[in-house]
């Protein structure tokens, strides 16, 4: 079991099918982070594929805690390996993943190659129109913005490939 850190160092990754609501995106997070032990103050922000980074439901769930929700575009997702692909995933999207590979794509894409990748703690959960994983990334880099008490900076990054609320040193 995980434990709680006063610093948030956790990333969940939502995959959605188009019309889910917040309550089940929340469901399925609050279940996750019940399981690790965890509060909500130590997810970091929400990751998801850059074609539902706008869907109501992840942004309504995103608000509910205020966190920053990010959007990565199908060809970065694809890059990550993953413990459960999706045939289905790789159809409708592009990518064999959206939860998983989105929770475990680093926040820095400059990241030092010798320096700690994020862990997956919680492979995908999957419910009727909505899966989230959830992955721990290493607190010790200087990403402030987006964590409690902080306002995250609104940034598109076409270098990173990442569009939305991200958290930016």
Request: charged letters at 20%.
């Amino acid at each position: 079991m995980a434990t709680a850190r006063t610093a948030a160092d956790l990333v969940v990754g939502v995959g959605a099918r188009p019309g889910v609501d917040a309550a089940e995106i929340l469901a399925l997070i609050d279940a996750a982070l019940r399981e690790l032990g965890v509060p909500a103050g130590a997810v970091r922000l929400l990751a998801t594929v850059a074609a539902r980074r706008d869907e109501a439901g992840i942004v309504a769930a995103a608000d509910h805690h205020r966190w920053p929700v990010a959007g990565y575009p199908p060809h970065r997702l694809a890059t990550v390996d993953v413990p459960h692909p999706s045939a289905a995933a790789r159809a409708a999207l592009g990518t064999p993943s959206v939860a998983e590979a989105a929770c475990l794509l680093p926040l820095d894409p400059d990241l030092d190659p010798a320096a700690p990748r994020p862990v997956l703690l919680l492979p995908k959960r999957t419910g009727r129109r909505a899966t989230i994983a959830v992955a721990r990334h290493s607190p010790h880099r200087a990403h402030t913005s987006g964590w409690p008490g902080q306002a995250p900076r609104r940034t598109t990054s076409s270098r990173s490939g990442v569009s939305g609320s991200v958290p930016r040193p």
